[in-house]
């Protein structure tokens, strides 16, 4: 039986609600990123320091009924199956499937730790992301070989939920092996520890010649999806294996706050030199962020990687 993923709603009225939110943050999230832009080109505009001060206020409280909201999300659930000769009868091999799980484990957990607290090429997961992120095997249902696997939600004080975040990210990532210039751009963000944990998930799948779907319903109620076919497998292998692993850097680079979105994670820089940078936040970032944007700071040292 599935496990209840609301406490002391109803689950239709809950997402009902979230995806009132939803729709009115991105809405206001459009409204900001236009007051951004005027001044940008005008700084010293009342009317648009202004609009972008009273946006930001209603920002908030849509943020603060959210984060009352998710308190009553407890879990996410994941549905797994496998297809192919390997699970024709509705069985697995024990050790293939530890192997695979394993695999679909430690990309959930790097997919994480790049959202978290950015890209890293080595070293261990830390122990609090290790348990954040944890997939709990709990059921099968009837399919070649489908599994119903949980992870818990985890919202924070502020509404965020690392779990989440990074499922959301994950099924980014994997619809995109069929979208290259998708791809790259994500590959840019995750970097290659990410990357290498997928190669591993579709090498093992080509190697037993079977197919993957994976599906998520969000708080909202919107279905993520992804499959890949038999036939997919290795085209989707090769089109990962295209991208190399890169050096990364960092660097502390000075610069003016001349654009930014909560709802989707950007910012946007303008250097000292007249470059714009633009890229993603981490959530360790997001709480600093978000004390900027209320109190109308304009620069300060940011670290990009």
Wanted: hydrophobic share 40%; aromatic share 8%.
């Amino acid at each position: 039986m599935s496990l209840p993923l609301w406490q002391d709603i109803d689950p239709a009225e809950a997402e009902a609600r979230f995806r009132g939110l939803t729709r009115r943050l991105a809405d206001l999230d459009e409204a900001l990123i236009a007051s951004q832009s005027i001044l940008r080109e005008d700084p010293n505009s009342f009317a648009a320091q202004l609009s972008l001060r009273s946006l930001a206020q209603i920002q908030e409280r849509l943020h603060s009924e959210r984060i009352q909201l998710v308190k009553h999300r407890r879990r996410e659930r994941l549905a797994v199956a496998l297809n192919g000769e390997a699970f024709v009868d509705n069985t697995a091999s024990i050790g293939q499937l530890g192997v695979f799980l394993i695999r679909v484990q430690k990309l959930y957990s790097s997919v994480a730790q790049a959202v978290t607290t950015g890209p890293r090429q080595r070293g261990p997961v830390s122990k609090d992301l290790a348990i954040s992120t944890n997939l709990r095997f709990a059921d099968v249902f009837p399919s070649s070989f489908g599994m119903e696997i949980y992870i818990n939600s985890g919202f924070d004080m502020f509404g965020e939920s690392t779990p989440v975040t990074s499922l959301q990210t994950l099924f980014n990532l994997i619809n995109a092996t069929k979208r290259e210039l998708e791809f790259a751009r994500l590959s840019a963000e995750l970097g290659q520890r990410s990357l290498g944990h997928l190669r591993h998930v579709l090498a093992d799948l080509a190697r037993a010649d079977a197919g993957f779907c994976l599906k998520w319903i969000d708080t909202s109620g919107t279905e993520y999806a992804w499959t890949a076919s038999i036939e997919e497998v290795p085209r989707l292998r090769e089109n990962v294996s295209k991208f190399k692993e890169r050096r990364t850097l960092e660097r502390r680079i000075r610069g003016y706050l001349i654009g930014a979105s909560l709802l989707r994670d950007r910012f946007e820089l303008l250097t000292e030199d007249r470059q714009i940078i633009d890229g993603k936040v981490t959530q360790t970032s997001k709480p600093k962020l978000r004390e900027f944007l209320a109190a109308s700071a304009r620069s300060w040292l940011i670290k990009l990687i």
